[in-house]
Nanobody, 117 residues
Framework: QVQLVESGGGLVQPGGSLRLSCVASESIAGINAVGWYRQAPGQQREMVASITSGGNILYTDSVKGRFTISKDPAKNTVYLQMNSLLLEDTAVYYC???????????WGKGTLVTVSS
């Protein structure tokens, strides 16, 4: 099956930056959609940013202008550059890939981002 491994989480001050990485065992090129989701304590998991199978890039309103999703198909890696971090960005961030080969979505185990002064 598909394996996804996130990295790059940690403790950062408000206003700081982090770059998350997700290495996939399956191609992220072409029609396989990829995205980043997050879940804070007591909250439901929400989509943060995604690249659809059609190549469209989507962001949730709260991160527009601050976060950037990108991918490097040659490295099978998806990135989430997070700038101007806020306290409310604190959450476990998960990488997701929709695989057309398997016909289902796969998730990483998550990486914790803590924004605190």
């Amino acid at each position: 099956q598909v394996q996804l491994v996130e990295s790059g989480g940690g403790l950062v001050q408000p206003g700081g930056s982090l770059r998350l990485s997700c290495v996939a065992s399956e191609s992220i090129a072409g029609i396989n959609a990829v995205g980043w989701y997050r879940q804070a304590p007591g909250q439901q998991r929400e989509m943060v940013a995604s690249i659809t199978s059609g190549g469209n890039i989507l962001y949730t309103d709260s991160v527009k202008g601050r976060f950037t999703i990108s991918k490097d198909p040659a490295k099978n890696t998806v990135y989430l550059q997070m700038n101007s971090l806020l306290l409310e960005d604190t959450a476990v961030y998960y990488c997701q890939l929709h695989s057309w080969k398997y016909g289902m979505a796969f998730w990483g185990k998550g990486t914790l981002v803590t924004v605190s002064s």
